[in-house]
């Protein structure tokens, strides 16, 4: 086999677990003398996937009860057009906090569906922070507050820290999150949020399925004025299934997720986390300036890290050589060139050891 190790920012790379497994049973899943993905969503077999799938994400982030979680159509761009259809009044807005690439996104998509405004935003920076809560400009009578708690893109994350202690009370305005780079990455507390959702391509599967996680109460809100497919309530009602569910991505987000519980659940894979990323991040700032990440120490991601090379020029060997060393998908963003790493649950530290040891080689190789 020559699979390398994948360090994709998305879609990215699955446990090699759980591809061994949909490889073993694609012919003949279960009893079912057909493939997964030929039999219909509405019958037990399927149905029992679709519950325990539900389960085990309740178990793994210990979700209350109080919330509903949903199955949805497409990535979660489309969600960031959906969110004030569903939850912003007529005419109401909603706040956004901005961080870097997708948080502009999602606010530039509810932005063409409602009003919305930017309550913070770290852009003058280069977004290489996450913006301090004493500069957020919160609107007491907004639909709720957006951000995006990992920026893919510029490796900015809101930390334990930042999440949990110093937003604070948003009082009335619930707070919404997207979590497509870093779901499933550590424990959330999610009595926290309102709406928690991420596309699946990055830690929980495969693309073109969004996971959301949303408080009931806020259900009542979705308007009976939009398309009844568009409404998030449709779905909590339907089990996720009003029509025929994206069922192959389902699956395997049910594998990924009964792997995580092998693994020792999300308190085991934000330690195993942790460990990679302090091993990346260590050397590129004990490099003496070859390599170089712009993020504050305090707002760098565990998931993306993107990174420069002293001198540009040597760029495209960087990439060259990797790739044949078997270290795939390095190339940076178009948005902040250079590298980067994508280091999410699915990759071991074996992977990560095995950058770091070409890093140094590199390094020394070309002076
Ligand atoms: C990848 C990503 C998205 C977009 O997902 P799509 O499935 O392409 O719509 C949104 N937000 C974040 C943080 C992402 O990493």
């Known amino acids: 086999m020559s699979r390398g190790y994948n360090f994709s920012a998305g879609p990215a790379a699955l446990p090699l677990e759980v591809l061994m497994r949909i490889q073993d049973e694609l012919l003949e899943w279960r009893d079912a003398r057909a493939s997964v993905m030929e039999i219909s969503h509405r019958g037990a077999a399927f149905v029992a996937v679709a519950e325990e799938s539900e389960r085990d994400l309740r178990d793994l982030l210990s979700i209350p009860d109080s919330y509903k979680v949903l199955f949805l159509p497409a990535g ?15 005419g109401q807005s909603a706040d956004y906090i901005l961080s870097g690439y997708w948080s502009e996104k999602a606010f530039a998509q509810a932005h063409a569906s409602a009003t919305s405004r930017v309550a913070a935003s770290s852009a003058e920076s280069g977004f290489v922070r996450t913006p301090p809560r004493a500069q957020w400009q919160l609107d007491p009578s907004a639909a709720y507050v ?18 949990y202690d110093d937003i604070g009370d948003t009082g009335d305005v619930p707070l919404f999150a997207d979590m497509s780079s870093d779901i499933l990455s550590r424990p959330i507390d999610i009595s926290r949020f309102g709406v928690v959702y991420a596309s699946a391509q990055k830690n929980i599967g495969a693309s073109g399925l969004t996971i959301m996680i949303v408080r009931e109460d806020l259900l009542e809100r979705c308007p009976d004025s939009i398309a009844p497919i568009f409404s998030y309530a449709t779905f909590a009602k339907a089990g996720s299934m009003p029509n025929t569910p994206n069922t192959f991505g389902w ?31 260590g050397h590129i700032d004990a490099s003496e300036g070859w390599y170089r990440n ?10 993306n890290v993107p990174f420069t090379l002293k001198d540009p020029a040597l760029d495209a060997t960087f990439l060259a050589e990797s790739k044949a060393a078997g270290l795939l998908a390095l190339k940076g963003h178009r948005a902040v060139g250079g590298m980067r790493a994508s280091i999410y649950n699915a990759m071991p530290l074996a992977g990560v050891e095995a950058l770091v040891d070409f890093m140094r080689d590199f390094a020394r190789r070309n002076g």
């Open 76 to 90: 979660a761009t489309q969600h960031f057009a959906q969110l004030p259809m569903n939850f912003a009044k007529p």
């Open 146 to 163: 957006h951000l995006t708690s990992n920026e893919t893109i510029h490796g900015v994350q809101f930390h334990d820290d930042v999440l």
């Open 251 to 281: 699956y395997v987000a049910s594998l990924v997720f009964e792997w995580l519980k092998e693994q020792g659940g999300i308190a085991a894979m934000a330690e195993r986390n942790a460990a990679k990323a302090n091993l990346l991040y």
């Open 294 to 303: 712009p993020v504050d120490p305090d707002s760098r991601s565990l998931m």
